[in-house]
């Protein structure tokens, strides 16, 4: 297998907005066109927008879809109207997470899946292997560029790159006809934001990454997509989900829709329900001012004894402090329990707090 690095089809725009490239899930991707507190103020505060054109889209077809996606997801599918969509999870039989992913009902039998990039593969793999008669699944994730624009302008930016058409309600799905183009629009985000990811064909990608900075979005990279995404406590696959931990573990059970029936690994959570989750995904912030905490930094007791790890830690521009995902042993993940995190040898004080670290006023 090659390591090269795939290139989005927003390429050219981030050279010419001088953005700063790394690689990310397999993907040469923006880290940041210029300051990362900038780029997070600016979704807080107007609007930003993100090359999203890594993640993969799958489309499920067929009039057994909706069922069969109900016996392989944790949501509720049959619960959708046409246009609304979801935030569910993919898992294994042991009821651990493959993939969080965004499933959308166009109608009863089309459905748009957005998935996480390095999953792309697995996810694709997993389903697959599954179909049924009556369903078919298509890989689109080459056939699309994709941005995501999130903050309180988000709405004037849309009405700026696509004059006379409305966004749909929150989590809804519309096809968009507009100079001979068709776009895919959802009222979605990973920043706690009002916003859309716009899905369009990869040969057009950089002309609408030009329209909506020109509409009044800042570039913004995954720097600032983690900080803010991190602040509302929204977990990152492969760091704050994995294969090891359910979504009851990480606190995700709105999401798992175990009355519905049975899908893969709902044995496992039905009992894990029952009889107790073990460890829990807990907000963790420091109690003062000093040097970033960062996934992978132990977490102690308050009396020295080693709980878990951080999953992701970052310092909040918003908060001003450092802040961090991690599983503790339940009985100690309490809100207010006092901790100590472990920065290059140094105990930094920290507590358990209501999720998410930011609120809007």
């Known amino acids: 297998m090659s390591g090269e690095l795939k290139e989005s089809p927003l390429k050219a725009v981030h050279e010419e907005l001088g953005g700063k490239l790394v690689p990310f899930a397999g993907w040469n991707m923006p880290i940041r066109y210029g300051s990362i507190l900038e780029e997070h103020a600016a979704v807080r505060e107007t609007a930003g927008v993100f090359d999203i054109s890594h993640m993969g889209q799958f489309v499920v077809t067929g009039a057994g879809a909706s069922a069969w996606l109900d016996g392989v997801l944790t949501n509720h599918v049959g619960a959708l109207g ?23 009902r166009e109608d009863a039998e089309r459905f748009f899946l957005v998935v996480n990039a390095a999953k792309i593969a697995e996810d694709w793999a997993w389903m697959q292997g599954r179909l049924i008669e009556g369903v078919d699944l298509e890989d689109l994730s080459e056939d699309f560029a994709a941005m995501a624009v999130q903050g309180p302008e988000a709405v004037n930016v849309y009405a700026g790159m696509v004059p006379g058409a409305e966004l749909p309600p929150r989590n809804g799905i519309v096809r968009v006809e507009y100079e001979g183009q068709e776009l895919i629009v959802c009222r979605t985000g990973y920043t706690g934001e009002d916003g859309f990811e716009l899905f369009c064909a990869a ?12 509409a009044g979005a800042r570039a913004c990279g995954l720097g600032a997509r983690d900080t803010l995404r ?21 606190g995700l059970g709105f999401f798992v829709k175990l009355a519905k029936g049975e899908f893969v690994g709902s044995d496992v959570l039905a009992k894990q329900k029952k009889e107790g989750l073990g460890g829990r995904l807990v907000a963790i912030q420091c109690l003062g001012k000093g040097p970033p905490i960062r996934g992978g930094a132990e977490v102690f007791s308050a009396e020295g004894e080693l709980l878990g790890v951080l999953t992701s830690g970052t310092l909040s521009p918003s908060v001003g402090l450092g802040i961090g995902l991690a599983y503790l042993p339940v009985e100690t993940a309490k809100i207010g329990t006092e901790l100590a995190i472990d920065v290059r040898g140094r105990k930094v004080p920290a507590q358990i707090v209501k999720k998410p670290f930011y609120k809007k006023a």
């Open 82 to 104: 046409d246009g609304e969509g979801q935030y569910t999870f993919l898992l294994n039989e042991a009821g651990g997470v493959i993939d969080d992913l965004i499933l959308y």
């Open 203 to 214: 040969a057009d990608g950089a002309a609408w990454l030009r329209k909506t900075i020109a």
């Open 230 to 250: 991190l602040e509302m406590c929204y977990p990152l696959n492969g760091s704050d989900l994995s294969p090891e931990r359910t979504p009851l573990q990480a």
